[in-house]
């Protein structure tokens, strides 16, 4: 194995001579396959049991157009800095400094590997529908399936970047035909009138489900989570065979999953009522389609949950060992992190996070999370990352280098100043509970930037960084504590 060049903001460095490159529609590939995985299946029952019709269609709404201003920004860093090529990571270090840098990295490769181990516990927990032998996903023979999955895809990983997008662009096709079909079927069942008796039925906090606002706000974690994956292009872009590529994909791919997602969840609304539908059990997509075409409706459902989440784990495969990989060229994740092999995938990124990924399968024998906390676990660990990017666009934007005029930047400003306020909201969404559970992911990771810098020679801290580093190992201590005392609970 040989270790790659020192710095990962260079994007000439990651793109070595005789490497094959990323196209469009692999770049869009990436960002629909990490988006659109197996919680997109349970979408009518999960929302349906956090909110009614009109909310949820609000949620969309709120969550569409934040999301879209967070995709503006990652098309526009991607044009305006040309020279940084591992995107979200880049951006963090490159507006706040290395030890912002490195939370960012952190938070994404978290969030990457977390939500692989619900994507392992769903896929088998959907096969259960042909071999109930494996439960819900999380017994022994799940995980020994789960562990075969896990270890084949690494091989793919292994190959190459370039050569495993070509894999995900069929694992992207297969997904979307039972996907569409679903759309097709329900959409030609849609009763308008029982849309309308939903609406009502929940009217003003009735039904057991608070307020208007309460039921907006509980359904924006499932939206988050819904949607990460938006920035995976961006992740790319010293890979891409264009740097356009990167903007088009970005939003091609989110455009694509944003009216997937609100088609199902508004379309299932008009054929079960709210309350049938939060009953449903997951993937809840399957009782629907069973409801209008009988049982072989669910078993589509299920093959086709195999196969988007199948390809989602593979996605953020790449995406959770590319993120390490490129910190530890900047000396902000320990240099061993960096080594990449002869086809230029980052193999021992890969061999180390599918390894956590292959203990917490194991550790679920024992001890359920249950896939909702992992989704949320995932989800609030990346807010940091879109948070970062989000600064450094804004900055970006109030700064006149001379490379926009006045109207340009102007604009760029106002984008980036809503994905801040969306972001802020879903901090809020996530509520205090799971962001102080996330501070144990982030307290610890504290050492791990001490070690990068130390074998490197560098400076650890600035005054400002200590501070931040000292806060947060301060609040992971007292959270852990909580969770011990019984003070909080998972």
């Given at each position: 194995?040989?270790?790659?060049?020192?710095?990962?903001?260079?994007?000439?460095?990651?793109?070595?001579?005789?490497?094959?490159?990323?196209?469009?529609?692999?770049?869009?590939?990436?960002?629909?396959?990490?988006?659109?995985?197996?919680?997109?299946?349970?979408?009518?029952?999960?929302?349906?049991?956090?909110?009614?019709?009109?909310?949820?269609?609000?949620?969309?709404?709120?969550?569409?157009?934040?999301?879209?201003?967070?995709?503006?920004?990652?098309?526009?860093?991607?044009l305006r800095r040309p020279d940084l090529g591992c995107g979200p990571y880049a951006y963090a270090r490159a507006g706040f400094g290395p030890f912002s840098g490195f939370q960012s990295a952190w938070g994404y490769w978290v969030s990457g590997w977390v939500g692989n181990v619900s994507y392992a516990i769903a896929i088998f927990g959907s096969l259960s529908f042909f071999a109930p032998v494996f439960g819900s996903g999380d017994n022994f023979a799940s995980v020994v399936g789960a562990s075969v999955v896990l270890?084949?895809?690494?091989?793919?990983?292994?190959?190459?970047?370039?050569?495993?997008?070509?894999?995900?662009?069929?694992?992207?096709?297969?997904?979307?035909?039972?996907?569409?079909?679903?759309?097709?079927?329900?959409?030609?069942?849609?009763?308008?009138?029982?849309?309308?008796?939903?609406?009502?039925?929940?009217?003003?906090?009735?039904?057991?489900?608070?307020?208007?606002?309460?039921?907006?706000?509980?359904?924006?974690?499932?939206?988050?989570?819904?949607?990460?994956?938006?920035?995976?292009?961006?992740?790319?872009?010293?890979?891409?065979?264009?740097?356009?590529?990167?903007?088009?994909?970005?939003?091609?791919?989110?455009?694509?999953?944003?009216?997937?997602?609100?088609?199902?969840?508004?379309?299932?609304?008009?054929?079960?009522?709210?309350?049938?539908?939060?009953?449903?059990?997951?993937?809840?997509?399957?009782?629907?389609?069973?409801?209008?075409?009988?049982?072989?409706?669910?078993?589509?459902?299920?093959?086709?949950?195999?196969?988007?989440?199948?390809?989602?784990?593979?996605?953020?495969?790449?995406?959770?060992?590319?993120?390490?990989?490129?910190?530890?060229?900047?000396?902000?994740?320990?240099?061993?992190?960096?080594?990449?092999?002869?086809?230029?995938?980052?193999?021992?990124?890969?061999?180390?996070?599918?390894?956590?990924?292959?203990?917490?399968?194991?550790?679920?024998?024992?001890?359920?999370?249950?896939?909702?906390?992992?989704?949320?676990?995932?989800?609030?660990?990346?807010?940091?990352?879109?948070?970062?990017?989000?600064?450094?666009?804004?900055?970006?934007?109030?700064?006149?280098?001379?490379?926009?005029?006045?109207?340009?930047?102007?604009?760029?400003?106002?984008?980036?100043?809503?994905?801040?306020?969306?972001?802020?909201?879903?901090?809020?969404?996530?509520?205090?509970?799971?962001?102080?559970?996330?501070?144990?992911?982030?307290?610890?990771?504290?050492?791990?930037?001490?070690?990068?810098?130390?074998?490197?020679?560098?400076?650890?801290?600035?005054?400002?960084?200590?501070?931040?580093?000292?806060?947060?190992?301060?609040?992971?201590?007292?959270?852990?504590?909580?969770?011990?005392?019984?003070?909080?609970?998972?």
């Amino acid at each position: 194995m040989t270790t790659a060049p020192a710095t990962s903001l260079d994007a000439g460095a990651r793109g070595e001579v005789g490497r094959r490159k990323l196209t469009l529609l692999a770049l869009v590939a990436l960002v629909f396959g990490s988006m659109v995985g197996g919680g997109v299946f349970n979408l009518p029952g999960d929302l349906s049991a956090a909110a009614a019709p009109g909310a949820i269609l609000t949620g969309w709404a709120i969550s569409g157009v934040g999301m879209l201003m967070l995709a503006l920004v990652y098309r526009a860093l991607a044009l305006r800095r040309p020279d940084l090529g591992c995107g979200p990571y880049a951006y963090a270090r490159a507006g706040f400094g290395p030890f912002s840098g490195f939370q960012s990295a952190w938070g994404y490769w978290v969030s990457g590997w977390v939500g692989n181990v619900s994507y392992a516990i769903a896929i088998f927990g959907s096969l259960s529908f042909f071999a109930p032998v494996f439960g819900s996903g999380d017994n022994f023979a799940s995980v020994v399936g789960a562990s075969v999955v896990l270890w084949s895809l690494h091989a793919v990983a292994l190959r190459g970047v370039a050569r495993a997008a070509v894999v995900n662009i069929a694992m992207a096709l297969a997904k979307l035909v039972p996907l569409m079909l679903f759309v097709l079927i329900v959409a030609m069942a849609f009763n308008a009138d029982k849309l309308v008796l939903n609406l009502g039925a929940v009217a003003g906090g009735a039904d057991g489900l608070g307020e208007f606002g309460v039921q907006v706000r509980s359904t924006m974690v499932i939206t988050l989570w819904a949607f990460v994956g938006v920035e995976a292009a961006s992740v790319y872009a010293a890979r891409a065979d264009r740097r356009a590529d990167i903007g088009r994909a970005t939003l091609v791919g989110f455009a694509g999953a944003l009216a997937l997602y609100v088609l199902i969840s508004m379309l299932s609304t008009g054929v079960l009522a709210r309350n049938e539908l939060a009953d449903l059990p997951p993937p809840s997509m399957a009782g629907v389609l069973e409801s209008l075409v009988g049982p072989w409706g669910a078993d589509l459902i299920a093959l086709g949950l195999v196969a988007s989440v199948g390809g989602a784990f593979l996605c953020w495969m790449l995406l959770c060992a590319e993120i390490p990989c490129a910190a530890a060229k900047d000396g902000t994740f320990p240099r061993w992190f960096a080594v990449e092999n002869p086809a230029g995938a980052p193999a021992n990124a890969l061999w180390f996070t599918n390894g956590l990924v292959q203990l917490c399968l194991i550790v679920t024998l024992f001890v359920n999370p249950g896939y909702r906390l992992l989704y949320t676990i995932a989800s609030a660990a990346i807010l940091p990352t879109y948070l970062f990017s989000v600064g450094y666009a804004l900055r970006l934007a109030l700064k006149d280098d001379g490379r926009d005029d006045r109207g340009r930047r102007l604009w760029s400003a106002l984008i980036a100043g809503a994905a801040a306020v969306y972001g802020t909201w879903l901090c809020y969404a996530v509520g205090l509970h799971d962001l102080l559970l996330t501070s144990i992911i982030f307290g610890p990771a504290v050492a791990v930037y001490v070690v990068a810098r130390r074998e490197r020679g560098l400076r650890i801290f600035t005054v400002a960084e200590g501070v931040v580093a000292t806060g947060l190992a301060a609040v992971a201590a007292a959270t852990a504590w909580a969770l011990f005392a019984g003070v909080m609970t998972l």
